[in-house]
């Protein structure tokens, strides 16, 4: 009965549950890791989601000549793509190389580069960021008409490390022979958690 009452673990026993410890750990340090990788990564599939549906919806618009029609007459509707942004946000693509990018929401800068009327960047797509980022946007079109094969491509790019690996997403679309703007099926992905 003494014997059983100062009956302790082995050394075995104690090396076995600190290995297994161990291991649990590191499958726990990749699961985080991977988890947050993935959160942050979420920021650039929404904003080119957010921004294929601002290009839709800017497509869809008809723009008509300003003059008085006559009575009996007509017009044609003519639809356009914005066209390209002037300039990446952020700029520099060392502001998101490892940290976030506190967007500057001044007239002329960043979102508010471009001209809206003009047609051009992110003022024509009226999409912004309030809150800082982690990516560097960009979208560029061929044409700003309703050409057949005109393209529009949207991207973003992340060191969300700052090793100088680059995560890219892009998201493509183009106008149809119907004169009708469709977006890709899904959102490309190169070193999607760099």
């Not at 985080?32 to 869809?60: H, I």
């Not at 960043?110 to 047609?119: G, I, M, Q, T």
């Not at 690996?165 to 999607?192: M, N």
Request: with cysteine; charged share 20%; hydrophobic share 40%.
């Amino acid at each position: 009965m003494i014997r059983k009452l100062n009956r302790a673990f082995t050394l075995i026993e104690l090396m076995i549950v600190v290995a297994i410890v161990g291991i649990l750990a590191v499958l726990a340090i990749f699961g985080v890791r991977k988890y947050v990788a993935n959160a942050k990564t979420a920021e650039a599939r929404n904003a080119l989601g957010q921004m294929g549906k601002d290009q839709s919806t800017e497509f869809e618009k008809e723009y008509l000549a300003g003059g008085v029609m006559g009575a009996g007459s007509s017009s044609t509707i003519s639809r356009t793509l914005c066209l390209s942004a002037t300039q990446a946000v952020p700029k520099d693509p060392l502001s998101i190389q490892g940290k976030k990018y506190q967007p500057d929401p001044t007239s002329g800068m960043d979102w508010n580069k471009d001209d809206l009327a003009l047609n051009t960047g992110f003022a024509c797509l009226k999409f912004s960021m309030e809150a800082p980022q982690y990516f560097q946007y960009l979208f560029t079109s061929d044409a700003a008409n309703k050409a057949s094969g005109t393209t529009w491509l949207a991207t973003a790019h992340g060191d969300l490390n700052g090793d100088t690996v680059v995560s890219t997403f892009t998201l493509a679309g183009a106008v149809t022979p119907t004169q009708d703007f469709i977006l890709g099926p899904s959102i490309g992905e190169v070193d999607p958690e760099e």
